[in-house]
């Protein structure tokens, strides 16, 4: 595939576009970047280049063609499983207290926000159906949003390559909880059925939610600016149960952001809850 050229002009519209939809903040300098994730979508839309992209997107209000860009924009990295400290943390301590406290309502609400292709809530299920057996009978509301349709879709599939389930997940686990179509793994009716997978902008306004007991924010924030972090963070201890616990990814934090969370440092990780 030939190497679409960006002048300075397309990628400071791109760069606005991108601000504009979602928040996402584009440091100069990711010329290969666009050209890796937006090369096939001009070529999909029938468009010779990035400037001739650009061009269809200041011309029209072809809402299509805005939402695969943003789409192909936003596609982060993930794997079952991620960075392992945060899911030993939510196994030996973050669950163990959250089902004792909600013991007499036999009822859990967990968010996982931004979540990509589907690897870090169905890991979250698959820790639950796992080690947490006495859950049998409790109401789980386990809910994974992204912005991104495509891999909504994916996550509901809950198909997986060999590459993919190679990355983070335990042998027991894959055999015990997937199935293998030729080189696909498809994970198990019981752990679909405990998702709920829904489209959600973080930096647009949220729709009603209950109070969470737990929140998985990791790995998103980081591309964001310190006013919209601000803002996620203001709504997020908002939505958070006066007791549940909040987890960033290793490279974020709501210090200098929001000062009405504290951190706990646990296991080579830690969590965030909001101070009393």
């Known amino acids: 595939m030939a190497e679409f050229i960006i002048s300075p002009v397309d990628y400071d519209f791109i760069a606005n576009l991108l601000r504009d939809q979602c928040a996402l903040v584009l440091d100069p300098g990711k010329d290969y970047l666009i050209n890796s994730r937006l090369s096939p979508i001009a070529q999909r839309h029938g468009l010779t280049s990035i400037d001739h992209l650009v061009r269809r997107l200041r011309d029209t209000s072809d809402s299509s063609l805005v939402s695969d860009v943003v789409e192909a924009m936003v596609t982060t990295e993930t794997s079952f ?16 207290k959250l089902i004792e406290l909600r013991r ?22 698959m820790l639950l159906k796992e080690y947490f057996p006495d859950l049998a009978g409790w109401q789980i509301n386990l809910t994974a949003t992204d912005i991104s349709h495509e891999m909504l879709q994916r996550s509901r599939a809950g198909r997986y390559s060999q590459l993919e389930v190679n990355r983070g997940l335990p042998t027991n686990l894959l055999l015990k909880w997937f199935r293998q179509e030729g080189g696909v793994w498809e994970i198990d009716e019981q752990i679909r059925r405990m998702m709920t997978f829904k489209p959600m902008n973080l930096a647009q306004p949220w729709p009603a939610m209950p109070a969470w ?21 203001g709504r997020v201890s908002r939505s958070l149960g006066d007791d549940g616990y909040l987890v960033l990814g290793g490279a974020e934090t709501t210090f200098g952001l929001d000062n009405s969370f504290q951190r706990i440092e646990t296991l080579k990780s830690g969590y965030y809850q909001r101070k009393p």
């Open 81 to 96: 499983f991620r960075d392992v400290h945060p899911f030993e943390t939510l196994k030996k301590i973050v669950l163990p």
């Open 213 to 233: 007991d737990l929140i998985f924010l990791r790995n998103v924030m980081i591309y964001f600016d310190n006013d919209v972090k601000k803002s996620i963070l």
């Open 104 to 125: 007499p309502q036999r009822q859990l609400n967990i968010w996982c926000a931004a979540s990509s292709s589907g690897q870090e809530p169905y890991s979250i299920a």
